[in-house]
T-cell receptor, first 115, second 114 residues
């Protein structure tokens, strides 16, 4: 079945450092890909998405490019801030015949940014 | 501009009791998804509902768990005869059209079983 694999955390960075969180997926069809962020005690917020190969999603300085050839959707940010400290989830949604929209999540990567 | 509302935020039950979790989707949304997050894990899909219909319950445990989304009122996730392993955060999400539409999440209900 479809699955998502993220790099294990926690990832600890200093403020203004460059961030990469790796995400790879396995899917039989052509999924849509998402990054969600979860702050402590809260629900998930959509950070960015891409619906087809070579699409780039971007928001709040974060970017991720849908790479079909490597089945990847790595999250990057050029300069992180303390306020970016959170758990980041990569997810896919199968766009196949069932197309229910249910999300399949990776296990999450905790990011800690130190001043 | 209320988002997805879940209540209660925290729920404590003793083993054998029933737990009822409520979710009111965003205004205009008629598609509801329930996910469970076990400690230190990602979210796992449980069930997908539209008004008065269960569309996909492939992630629901076969026993003790049920879900509904009536014509009027919130969606309810019901867990009967709770056990310690049911302790988790339960998140509800809603979307406008289902499919690949972005899902908007509530803040979750944290269920603790004593």
């Amino acid at each position: 079945g479809d699955s998502v694999t993220q790099m294990e955390g926690p990832v600890t960075l200093s403020e203004e450092a460059f961030l990469t969180i790796n995400c790879t997926y396995t899917a039989t069809g052509y999924p849509s890909l998402f990054w969600y962020v979860q702050y402590p005690g809260e629900g998930l917020q959509l950070l960015l998405k891409a619906t087809k190969a070579d699409d780039k999603g971007s928001n709040k300085g974060f970017e991720a490019t849908y790479r079909k050839e490597t089945t990847s959707f790595h999250l990057e940010k050029g300069s992180v801030q303390v306020s970016d400290s959170a758990v980041y989830f990569c997810a896919l949604s199968d766009n196949g015949s069932s197309n229910t929209g249910k999300l399949i999540f990776g296990q999450g990567t905790t990011l800690q940014v130190k001043p | 501009n209320a988002g997805v509302m879940q209540n209660p935020r925290h729920l404590v039950r003793r083993r054998g009791q029933e737990a009822r979790l409520r979710c009111s989707p965003m205004k205009g949304h008629s598609h509801v998804y329930w996910y469970r997050q076990l400690p230190e894990e990602g979210l796992k899909f449980m069930v997908y509902l539209q008004k008065e219909n269960i569309i996909d319950e492939s992630g629901m445990p076969k026993e003790r768990f049920s879900a509904e989304f009536p014509k009027e009122g919130p969606s309810i996730l019901r867990i009967q005869q709770v056990v310690r392993g049911d302790s988790a955060a339960y998140f509800c999400a809603s979307s406008h059209d289902g499919g690949a539409q972005p899902q908007h999440f509530g803040d979750g209900t944290r269920l603790s079983i004593l």
